[in-house]
């Protein structure tokens, strides 16, 4: 979803840093339920965060390829553990998912009518 509301304005630009900002809360709290110390919390988020925005951009010039070579290689490096024997299967459900959400109107998405289709 936050790669769908990139480039958009109003209302959908800050549903999209909402996201993030509660992405990045929920690894605070749970750092925190953790026991993690203060200091130590800020450090791990902000690892994480980093992270995350780097994944993002990876994924990015990865579907912006003309092929799924690219994707499918980033889905088995960093969500599929190496499992190069699903990663057909999952690009292809990342695909139809991201096609899915391109076709729906940013309202409704905001609403909260988003339609997940299967691969």
């Known amino acids: 979803m936050v790669e769908r509301l990139k480039g958009e304005t109003g209302l959908a630009a800050e549903a999209r840093q909402i996201l993030f900002d509660r992405y990045i809360q929920g690894l ?5 339920e953790l026991g993690v110390g203060d200091t130590a919390v800020a450090k791990r988020v ?6 995350f925005y780097g994944r993002l951009k990876a994924f990015e010039e990865a579907v912006a390829q003309p092929d799924l070579a ?3 290689d980033l889905m088995t490096r960093t969500v599929l553990e190496g499992r190069a024997e699903t990663a057909a299967g999952f690009t292809a459900y990342v695909t139809t998912a991201r ?5 729906q109107s940013v309202p409704g998405l905001l609403a909260g009518d988003v339609i997940w ?3």
Do not use: P
């Open 117 to 119: 289709e299967a691969a």
């Open 46 to 51: 902000k690892a994480l965060g980093k992270a």
């Open 99 to 103: 096609d899915a959400l391109s076709r």
């Open 70 to 72: 690219a994707l499918t």
């Open 28 to 32: 605070d709290d749970a750092f925190r």
